[in-house]
């Protein structure tokens, strides 16, 4: 046996799941000579209870062997697979082809009989089963009979059934064992949304100063996240921010007395990271943002960067954390040409445990104010081994907590950060636009990486907006929700993408008078009345979600054909076996990513990927629009990207 899954490739760490994950066991098992073998997988849940599964061949010739299991318990499952020698269905393969020429008829009722005795008598079988499997040993030892009738014992479901459930095993062999950790729901399914609480409810006075939101301001825009649907609310640092070297508006180096500076320059005289800005509030107004925040069904993530200001009580108290040059100066954080004047990175290399037990205390500081969510900002700048460490350390007595990692880096060391223990990872999505690019970023996600690696499929982020979104219009806003709140069961949308905020500043790839460096209050209710809001969009996004189990599964993505170079096609589907119902769930997803376009074309679709026939016809309901058309095989399709560029339909059997 080879190839155990699921797995990491190098065995090191525990593949992942969620709870309520559907999740494919396999193995490639193989014997000598012509035999037919079986195999089980043997899985153990956190409480050790083991229950056996039968799993199925797969693609002919292959000799891979897969089956789906859901695990719906949160901890730590293990697991391996049993192989054997099949005596029954060996028996059977043989018996089909030497009875009907005449060759050693006699001779297979026999060995049919005796192994069909054999199982009779094994007491793991109920009594139905077993009085079921003696009469087919005298059916076939009963010369009384016609040939026919002892051989339908050869193919008689009900004894086949029976020895598939308890199959009349020899020569068994065991793999090793495997580990499968089941994390909370939410480690794996969520709809972000993020915003700045200093904007929320900010004011601005006559003489150019603000009045900065705060935590009880920012509570009255929870409704309105709510009503998006979205469940997960990520909020960029909130702790004091340094005096020096401040950034002004659009990353300059003039700050006006009036400019906030980052919230990313942590750390000032009112204190560093188990501090709050005075401006928002205090403790208790942040455990009553994080209350209402519970009440409208959303849950709070905090924004864990490990980094200061030069004012940041650690630069004194622990210079030996920082890279101090040859000059005496201390170096500031760069990515050339970008240059962060204001943020001091930290030296792990310096006080390792140091540096470990007070990023251990601060992260048990907010748990302890009831934050079981970190968005963790440029984890690729920081060692692997310490992200292992703590988040073990954490999982000890939070084994709730989530970890978000912000790495657009090279992928072994984003699908590195995934391995040691982030529960969810930051990806390429943004960057990918085209058919070609998407393809290949969808099958990556869903079958390369899925057993260790979450993609969280933010359209944008403060720091990010595309040429696509730029240049796109409402249309590329439009796909791009709809695309990432389909394609995986996470995905994040940072405030003001619903107004179409496309404009950059010059020369870079994030928008102009950036949320970064300044207040950005905005009236959303204004921007809905005006017909200039994607919110409703998103919401009926998020509710589609909800509605959809297939949406909420990593694993189930399969890509289909088209005959336009824009035109993606995809399906998710969940078998009813999985579902709450018992009614499976197919969703076919069918997108124009060229946004300055209309497109026609024929999609070509293997129906069998999400339960349907090959040749069957079936009904497709557009859950956007509610229009419903019967679709087969291959289908004509046109998608305006000006009025509707995808469809998200429901795909339904019909029934005679």
Do not use: C, M
């Given at each position: 046996m080879l190839d155990i899954t699921p797995a990491l490739p190098d065995h090191l760490w525990p593949a992942k799941a969620v709870v309520g994950e559907v999740v494919e066991f396999g193995a490639t098992a193989f014997r000598e000579g012509h035999d037919l073998i079986g195999t089980q997988l043997l899985l153990t849940d956190p409480s050790g209870t083991t229950t056996a599964h039968r799993l199925s061949p797969g693609a002919p010739g292959l000799d891979r062997w897969e089956g789906l299991v859901r695990v719906d318990v949160e901890g730590d499952y293990t697991f391996r697979v049993r192989a054997f020698a099949d005596d029954w269905a060996t028996w059977q393969h043989a018996a089909e082809i030497k009875v009907p020429a005449g060759i050693d008829v006699e001779l297979m009722f026999q060995i049919g009989a005796g192994l069909a005795a054999l199982a009779a008598d094994q007491p793991e079988r109920s009594e139905d089963a077993r009085a079921r499997?003696?009469?087919a040993a005298r059916t076939l030892l009963d010369d009384e009979r016609s040939i026919d009738e002892r051989a339908a014992v050869i193919s008689d479901e009900t004894v086949s059934a029976l020895l598939a459930d308890i199959p009349l095993a020899s020569l068994e062999s065991f793999s090793d064992e495997r580990t499968l950790r089941v994390e909370r729901r939410r480690a794996g399914v969520g709809s972000w949304y993020e915003f700045f609480p200093r904007s929320e409810g900010a004011i601005k006075n006559a003489d150019g100063s603000w009045q900065s939101g705060t935590f009880r301001t920012a509570a009255r825009r929870l409704e309105g996240v709510a009503a998006m649907g979205f469940d997960v609310l990520y909020l960029p640092p909130i702790h004091p921010i340094g005096h020096a070297f401040r950034k002004g508006p659009n990353n300059t180096m003039n700050p006006g007395p009036h400019d906030p500076g980052s919230p990313w320059a942590i750390g000032s005289?009112?204190?560093?990271?188990?501090?709050?800005?005075?401006?928002?509030?205090?403790?208790?107004d942040f455990q009553f943002f994080v209350a209402e925040a519970q009440k409208h069904g959303i849950e709070v993530a905090l924004d864990f960067a490990l980094q200061a200001s030069p004012d940041h009580p650690w630069v004194t108290e622990h210079p030996e954390w920082f890279t101090t040059l040859p000059d005496g100066t201390i170096a500031y954080a760069e990515n050339p040409p970008k240059k962060y004047q204001d943020i001091y990175p930290i030296n792990f290399d310096n006080d390792p445990e140091g540096i470990r037990q007070e990023a251990l205390r601060v992260l048990r500081h907010w748990i302890d104010l009831?934050?079981?969510?970190?968005?963790?900002?440029n984890p690729h700048t920081k060692p692997l081994d310490f992200w292992e460490w703590i988040m073990h350390e954490v999982r000890q007595t939070h084994p709730d907590v989530v970890f978000l990692a912000e790495a657009f880096t090279r992928p072994a060391m984003l699908q590195g950060l995934a391995k040691?223990?982030?529960?969810?990872?930051?990806?390429?999505?943004?960057?990918?636009?085209?058919?070609?690019?998407?393809?290949?970023?969808?099958?990556?996600?869903?079958h390369e990486t899925s057993d260790f690696l979450r993609p969280n499929l933010f359209v944008n982020t403060p720091d990010?907006?595309?040429?696509y979104l730029q240049f796109g219009g409402p249309s590329a806003y439009t796909i791009r929700a709809a695309l990432a709140a389909t394609a995986a069961p996470v995905w994040g949308v940072y405030s003001g993408f619903e107004l179409f905020e496309n404009v950059a500043r010059p020369g870079a790839e994030e928008n102009i008078d950036n949320e970064k460096y300044e207040y950005k209050p905005r009236d959303f209710a204004a921007a809905e009345q005006a017909g200039a809001s994607l919110g409703l969009f998103l919401g009926l996004l998020n509710?589609?979600?909800?509605?959809h189990p297939a949406l909420q599964q990593l694993r189930n993505?399969?890509?289909?054909?088209?005959?336009?170079?824009?035109i993606l096609v995809y399906s998710k589907f969940l078998d009813g076996a999985f579902t709450e119902s018992g009614t499976s769930d197919r969703i076919l997803v069918v997108a124009n990513v060229d946004p300055?376009?209309?497109?026609?074309?024929?999609?070509?679709?293997?129906?069998?990927?999400?339960?349907?026939?090959?040749?069957?016809a079936y009904e497709v309901t557009d859950l956007v629009t509610g229009e419903t058309y019967t679709w087969g095989d291959h289908n004509y399709v046109r998608l305006d990207a000006f009025s509707h560029p995808v469809h998200i339909f429901e795909a339904k059997e019909i029934r005679p």
């Open positions: 499997l003696s009469a005289a009112e204190g560093g990271h188990d501090a709050i800005h005075p401006d928002l509030g205090t403790v208790e009831g934050v079981h969510i970190f968005r963790v900002d040691v223990g982030f529960q969810q990872s930051y990806s390429y999505f943004t960057w990918r636009n085209t058919k070609e690019e998407l393809e290949e970023f969808f099958q990556s996600i869903s990010i907006l595309t040429e509710k589609i979600r909800r509605e993505l399969t890509l289909h054909a088209s005959d336009d170079d824009s300055h376009s209309v497109r026609e074309t024929t999609v070509h679709l293997d129906t069998t990927a999400f339960g349907i026939p090959q040749g069957a």
